[in-house]
Each structure stands twice: as C-alpha cells, then as structure tokens.
C-alpha cells in the first residue's frame, strides 16, 4: 500500500504561491514616522535640493521623491497642475512653483504715439468737453457752454476721421456722435440761435444710424413755436408723436398737450378741445384740463366749461394727507422721524404740487364765474358749491373773498362789505382774511373808527397775520400816532421779513418823526429788495433833498427817470434841482421833457417861459404863456404876460391887441390900463384919453377900498405891498394873494408829496390792492404813504423883475 504514495520532490521548478508574503516598501505607510528622508523633506526644502548623480533611496529602499530613476523625475503627486512634466529633462529641478524662474518681468511701457493711445485720449477730451458744456449750461454761461459744444464737434470729427484710418468703419462710436450733435444742437438753441439748432437736429434725425433719433423732432417743434411758426411745429410734434411707440404713454400726453397748446396759439380752438378732451379721457392732468377750460371759454360753450370746470376739480392730486406728518403718540423716535421729513425735498414737492392745483382751480374759477351764469354771483355761488364737494374744500371761502374783489371792481361797495361780513363767524384764518379787507375798505373811505375796528378783529383772529398789523398801522398813522404806528409796522416786520409794505411804512414814518437817517436806511433796505420800484427811489431822492444834498438827490433821481423815463413830475423836479444848483441848461432839458410829457403842469409851463424870456427869446415865450392862458382862463397873469412878450419883442400893434382883449375880459385891471395908456401915447392912438379915465377911476376906486380895509383892521396890519393883478414893476411875480394860492395849489397837484410814495399815475384803481387769496390775502396798503399835508415841498418859481417896465 505505501508503494503506491509518492512525496513530492525537492526541485527548483516555481512555486505557484511563492512570494506571498513579500510586499513593496514604498505602499508602507506605517514606517514613515521613521524614514527620515520623508520627514526631512516634508519639514524643509529638502525635496527641492538638486538630485546628485547617484540614485538617492530611503532606508527602506525605495527612491526618495523628486530623485531621477531610469531618467524620469519621480512625481509628488500624480497630479499635473502641481509641476510634473511627463517629457522632463534628465537633470532638469523640481520647481513646481517656478521660483528658480526669478522675479516677473517688468510691465511694457504704454506707447503713447500708437493710433489706438492718440484715439482713446481723444476721446476721453470730447467726452470732457462736452461735460464742461453741460455744466456752463447750468450754470447760466450759455456763451461759453456754446464754445465748449462747438469745440467737441471739432475733436468728434476729428476723432472719426482717425477712427477711419486705422479700425473698420464699424469701430465708430456712434453714441458719442449722437451726444456731441445733441448738446450742440441744445446750446445753439439756448443761446437762441435757432437755424443752427434745427441744421444740427436735422443732422441727427436724417441719420439712420442714430437709433430713437426721431423723437427730437419734439424739439424742432419747440423751436418753431418759439418762432411763431405754429404750423411746422405741430406738423413735427405730430411726426414724433407718430414715431413714439404707444408704451411710452407719458410722452405721447406730453406731444399732445403740445399739440393742443400750438392750436390754442394760431385761434384752432376746436382742433385744441379734441386734443385736450383726448387728454382728459387717458391721462387727466391740471395742465390739460385748465388749458381745456379757456378752449371752451373762448368758444363760449357754458355747458362745457362747467363740465371742464368738474374734470379739473377731480384730478387726482397725488400727494400724502398732512396727517401723515402730525405725530399719533409721544415716541420719541417717530417724532424724529415726522420731524425729519416734515420739510424735505418730498414734502417740499408736494407743497408746489398743491400750491400749482388750487392756482389752477382759483384761476379758472374767477374766469368762468361771470359767464356760466346770468350773473357772477351765482356762477361764483355755483364755483362755490363745487369746490365744496371736492378735496379742495378750503378753496370755497377763498372764491367767497374773490366774489368780493368783483362786487368791488364793480364799485358796488355795500354788496362787498356785506359778502366779507359774512366770515366774521368762520374759523380764524379766514376771519383775518376778511377783516383785513374789511380793515381796507373803511380806510380808503376816511371811516378810520371803523377801519380800526376790523384791523383788531383781524389781529385778534391772526396776530402773525402782517397784512392785518400794518391796516392797523395805517389805522393809527392817521391819528398822528407816529411811534405806536411804527411798532405795529415792526411787528408785522418781525412776523414775516418779506412785507415791504411794512417797511415802506417804517421809513415814512421816521420821516415824519424826522428821524431821516433811520428812514434813509429803511428805504435803502427796500431798494436791495424792489430794485425798480419808483415810489423807493423817489423816496431816497426826496431824503436827500430833505438832508440838503442836492447831488445825490439828483443821482437818485436820474435812477428814477431810467426806470420811469416818461413821468412828467420826476423830470420836473430833477429840473428844479438842476436851476437851484445854477445849471441853467440841464434845468431846461428836464423841464422841456417834463412838458413834452404832460403840457398842463403849470409850474413847468411857468418856468419854461421865464427862462426864454431870460434868454431874449420872448417869441418863444409867448406860446407857453398861451397855454398857460387856456389852462387857467381865469387868471389874468398869463395874458398879460402874453401881451408883455409882445411888447418886448417888438410886436406892438398885437401887443395893443391882445392888451385891448384883456380890458374886455377884465375891466378893472389897473395893470392893463396902464400899458395900454403908455401903448396908445407912444404910438399916438385917439384912444388914449378915454384908457386914461378909466386908469384914474380905477386908481382912485383902489385907494378908497384900500382905506377902508386899512380902518376895518385897526391896525392890525399894513397895507398891501402888491396891487391886485399887476404884472408891472415888481416883475410880475403875482397877481394878488388869491392868484398866488392858486398857482401854490396847482403846485401841490403838479408834484407828489414828501409823505406821499412816488406814483407815475394820478388815477389808481381800487383793485389794483388786491391779489388772489392764494398768496396774502390782499395787497398790503401802503396808505400812509398816502397821506396829504398843506406844506408847500418846492420853491415858488416866480417870474424875473424886468419883465413888465414901470
């Protein structure tokens, strides 16, 4: 049994399991604490040292990382990113952050002759240019804001030309282009240069290139409005409208309004309500719906204008309610807040949007009032009562004080006491409102108790109300309370800094009390404020005067004529300070325009004859006095001195004349008596025994009459140094104590006084006080200033002694 067992021999043949158990070094991980190659490199750069010539291995013999092995460098990782080259050069480093390559080369230096630099900083300069433009343009330098859009025209073309030359005519930077044109073509019609303008926006719109360019034909539009060519111009706004695409509503209502504004222009009325109607119907707005109400009121359609009246009542205002900004509790942090937007921009816009609404409702209301009715009282009553069902309820009571406004350009005063009357039981605004007028009203009539009485009403409703404390001034001014009157007008001051009226009353005041630097300086203020006001100038002149300083005087009131050129007083009075001051022939000037301007103001008539006559110009002469003698045919003076020029000029047969006229006209002027005996024994006239008598009856009534006025007054004055109506050796200066009150009168009418403000017109309408109650309720009176004194404010200009011989 054993023979059949067979061992297995001992040979070199392989084992099929052989090697088993062996493993290679490299994957043992477990020994790596302990290689200290790999700690070595892991803990510094020794991985990146150079290999030597001989293979480098571990002290568990597997080749040491980075080191070469059959002529390729053993890679970190298998990862490419990290330095391995597969075709790396035998011997070559590892460096797989580059370092062994130094630092980077430095950058190229730009080349700023290349074309491309030459045409980016090209066009960095027009953009500035243009820029530069737009801010002169803001600025209100619309010459240099021109000069700046014509030089970057210039390097815009310049720039294309190079753009050219170097890249494909595709390069070309059209947006630029459109800019350049566009702030040129604004500037030009800014500095109203219109041809240029459309030239240049004709250049843009017929440029195909030029995307959404047909929409500035709305601005060709306007330039021909501004030219009056109203029909090109709303023949372009229709183009645009018909080039804007339909989502662009708001534009497409503005081009409308546009359009409807054009045909209100060229009288196109119904052409104008289908626009306007258009606008209503899509897009309501207070523009549209106004300009909507004066298409119908000037076709005269009542029915209509009430509709339109309604719409522009109802279109949405837009705004937040004003208690939005009234705190609802104590929160500090809220309050801050309300506080903070109370007055910002928003709010401030709202303010302006509102103010433009009720201008717009008030406006339109006074115009239709007296016509969608038989009578302005009941369109005004119907204006009222739908105002009242509208957001704008606060506007009713302000159409009540209009209605009254019109009851007084009516003159039916009674009618317009009664309506303001009626807000003396109203919340206390209006109440103020209406006592300030009421205040107005009495005083213009010299009821002062009663103008008084509603002035205190209308403080006691308002006392920050200015228009109230100066009636209440004016009140006292006419009391002669000076200093309590100069209190109310600083109140009124203190309470709102923009009431001239206060202040104009301020410096009369101070000038009555003669205090004429403190009115001086108050009257210069004003003047910083109202430049061109002519009651102010004449005011400062007449301070001057008062201060005995004829120069400056007289500079101020050349100020005054430059803005007044034709008021016949203010050239008067600068001639009487030109003749007080010796200048005889600037006295001339003025007083010839004065009487140029207005040929019946007696004391420049007066003058103007004297100084011919001073002149050995008694021909001249002779046609003032003529005037003078139709002005005031009463007055025997001026004949005689009509008939005196004759006598001196050589003329005596008309001289005989026009004495014998006089004798006719006034028997019983000695004067004339005595010229005509001398004329008749000169020329040796038949008549003169019969002048004679008359002359010696006369002489001998006088001396009768003038005895028994001498025993009447006991002594109580001497007689009369001048004789009734003569014009002979005492120069004709007057002709008696009667004809002299009467040329000082005719002196106190022909030139405002002191007290007075200077007023080109004599006649000034009652309403002309007024405004709409939207900003003060009415226009503060400066009726102090209207106060009249007997004081005689000029000299007597009187005529010379050697006119009329003995």
């Not at 290679?24 to 991980?29: E, I, L, Q, R, V």
């Not at 949405?316 to 900004?325: I, M, N, Q, V």
């Not at 021909?619 to 003076?637: D, G, H, M, N």
Request: glycine share 6%; with cysteine; net charge negative.
């Amino acid at each position: 049994m054993m023979e059949n067992v067979h061992l297995a021999p001992e040979t070199d043949e392989d084992d099929l399991y052989s090697g088993y158990n062996d493993y290679n070094p490299t994957y043992d991980t477990e020994e790596l604490e302990n290689d200290t190659a790999f700690q070595q490199a892991v803990k510094t750069s020794h991985g990146r040292r150079p290999p030597s010539k001989t293979s480098l291995a571990s002290s568990m013999g597997r080749p040491m990382t980075g080191a070469i092995q059959d002529g390729v460098t053993r890679p970190m990782t298998a990862v490419r990113a990290a330095g391995f080259t597969k075709a790396a050069l035998r011997g070559s480093a590892f460096d797989p952050l580059g370092q062994s390559r130094g630092p980077a080369p430095p950058l190229e230096a730009r080349n700023e002759d290349s074309p491309e630099e030459k045409i980016r900083q090209l066009e960095k300069k027009v953009n500035e240019l243009v820029e530069e433009s737009c801010i002169a343009n803001s600025c209100g330098d619309l010459k240099l804001a021109l000069e700046k859009a014509k030089d970057a025209g210039r390097k815009e073309r310049v720039l294309v030309r190079q753009r050219e030359q170097v890249t494909s005519p595709e390069n070309i930077n059209l947006d630029l282009t459109y800019s350049v044109l566009f702030n040129l073509a604004s500037q030009y019609s800014a500095n109203e240069m219109y041809p240029e303008a459309l030239n240049t926006y004709q250049v843009i719109v017929k440029n195909k290139m030029f995307s959404n360019a047909g929409r500035l034909k709305v601005n060709m539009g306007n330039i021909y409005l501004k030219q009056r060519n109203y029909s090109k111009a709303i023949k372009f706004y229709r183009m645009a409208l018909d080039q804007i695409p339909s989502v662009h509503k708001e534009m497409r209502i503005k081009i409308m309004q546009n359009i409807g504004v054009t045909f209100i222009k060229t009288g196109q009325y119904s052409d104008a309500i289908n626009s306007f109607e258009h606008i209503m119907s899509v897009a309501p707005n207070l523009k549209a719906g106004f300009n909507l109400i004066l298409s119908y009121f000037a076709v005269g359609d009542r029915e209509k204008m009430k509709k339109a009246f309604q719409k522009l009542i109802a279109v949405p205002l837009e705004t937040d309610e004003d208690g939005k900004y009234i705190s609802p509790n104590d929160d500090p942090h809220t309050n801050l807040v309300i506080e903070a937007i109370k007055n910002d921009h928003l709010r401030q816009m709202e303010r302006e949007r509102k103010a433009m609404a009720e201008k717009y409702i008030m406006t339109a209301a006074k115009l239709i009032a007296p016509v969608i009715e038989t009578s302005f009282a009941v369109g005004y009553d119907w204006c009222v009562e739908v105002v009242k069902a509208s957001q704008y309820v606060e506007l009713a009571n302000d159409l009540e004080i209009n209605k009254a406004i019109m009851y007084l350009r009516q003159k039916d005063f009674n009618q317009a006491v009664e309506t303001l009357k009626m807000f003396e039981k109203k919340d206390s605004s209006v109440k103020s409102a209406a006592a300030t007028n009421l205040s107005f009203l009495y005083y213009l009539e010299n009821e002062f108790s009663q103008a008084s009485s509603y002035a205190d009403l209308a403080v006691n409703s308002d006392r920050y109300n200015p228009s109230a404390l100066t009636n209440k001034g004016n009140t006292v001014f006419a009391n002669g309370d000076y200093e309590k009157a100069a209190e109310f007008y600083k109140e009124a001051l203190r309470n709102d800094s923009s009431c001239t009226e206060a202040l104009y009353n301020i410096g009369l005041t101070c000038k009555k009390l003669n205090r004429l630097d403190e009115a001086l300086d108050c009257f210069l203020k004003l003047h910083a404020i109202l430049r061109n006001s002519a009651q102010v100038l004449y005011q400062i002149a007449n301070i001057y005067e008062l201060m005995e300083d004829p120069n400056q005087a007289m500079e101020w009131l050349m100020q005054l004529i430059s803005v007044v050129p034709t008021d016949s007083r203010a050239l008067s009075k600068l001639g009487g300070l030109y003749d007080s001051e010796g200048d005889k022939s600037q006295a001339f000037q003025y007083y010839y325009e004065s009487y140029r301007y207005f040929p019946s103001n007696i004391e420049v008539i007066e003058w103007l004859g004297a100084y011919y006559i001073d002149t050995q110009f008694c021909e001249k002469a002779i046609q003032y006095f003529e005037r003078a003698s139709l002005i005031q045919p009463t007055q025997v003076k001026w004949q005689l001195m009509v008939a005196s020029c004759f006598r001196r000029s050589g003329n005596y047969q008309k001289a005989l004349d026009t004495y014998k006229d006089i004798h006719r006209k006034f028997p019983e002027n000695v004067e004339c008596l005595r010229f005509l005996v001398r004329l008749c024994t000169d020329i040796g006239l038949k008549e003169v025994q019969e002048y004679a008598t008359k002359l010696k009856r006369l002489e001998k009534m006088k001396e009768i009459r003038e005895q028994r006025t001498k025993s009447g007054r006991d002594g109580s004055g001497g007689p009369r140094g001048r004789r009734d109506g003569s014009a002979g050796s005492d120069g004709g200066q007057n002709c008696g104590a009667g004809s002299r009150g009467e040329r000082l009168s005719a002196q106190l009418r022909a030139l405002p006084r002191t007290e007075e403000p200077y007023d080109s017109s004599s006649n000034k309408e009652l309403d002309a006080s007024y405004v709409d109650p939207l900003g003060p309720q009415i226009e503060r009176p400066r009726t102090a200033a209207k106060k009249r004194v007997d004081e005689d404010d000029f000299a007597d200009e009187e005529l010379g002694d050697d006119l009329l011989p003995e």
